[in-house]
């Protein structure tokens, strides 16, 4: 057994992966129904959970190799498309609408929306002007003190607010699994190594633990080739007595 352990590795790990957990193997556990409704009953029990809270999630994030500088840069990503966003929006219509409760029943509403509307339009291009200028440091600080106002609030509540629905929530990220899977599959189960794995893990055992393992399969038949040896033997040795 030990001058063969290598070599029984690397077979059980190849008839392993080859007869029961190929890459076709894995995709159908990974895309079956069984395996999607564990995701996504886990996922959910995950963003509903009252121990967790938002500032956790981030912290755990933010600790993971990498993610620092990942989540850093989405956070600018996403204050510099906010930021694009408000410079291409058209004020005047909500200037306007502001501008008219505000001075409503203080003057007559001939000249104060005369006055309104030809002040909105210029407002409105000031405060895109001013975004234009300044939004790279207006808005990653408002983004900051809106993270901070959630940080403390619990993932349930949080999930609660945006959908109380947990059924609902549960159908949703078995869809977006299912379509996730549908695309990368493929990629996923061609990247996973069973068949080296099991031959690693093998190769790591004790000799002694190999031989018990061996033994258990075959002990049985060893028994009925060693009868069979006395069985023969006794024939044979009969058979040249009467010779």
Sequence with gaps: MPKHKDTLAVLLGREVEEKFFGADDLELIFRSDAFTDAVAGSLTDMLYAKESTLCLALERAEASPGAGP????AKAELC???NAALIRFDFTPVIEAAARDAVSGRLPRGVAGDAIAALAPSLSDGIRKY?????????????DEMITD????PVSQISASVCPDRDLMHTMIAGLYRSFMALYIRRIVESIDV???????VRQMDTRDIETLVLSVVNREFRYVVWLGGLLGMIIGAVNIFI
């Design 70 to 73: 990942l989540i850093t840069s």
């Design 80 to 82: 510099a498309q906010i």
């Design 131 to 143: 975004l234009s200028e300044n939004g790279d440091e207006i808005i990653p600080a408002l983004v």
């Design 150 to 153: 959630f940080a403390d609030r």
């Design 195 to 201: 068949g080296g794995s099991i031959t690693d893990k």
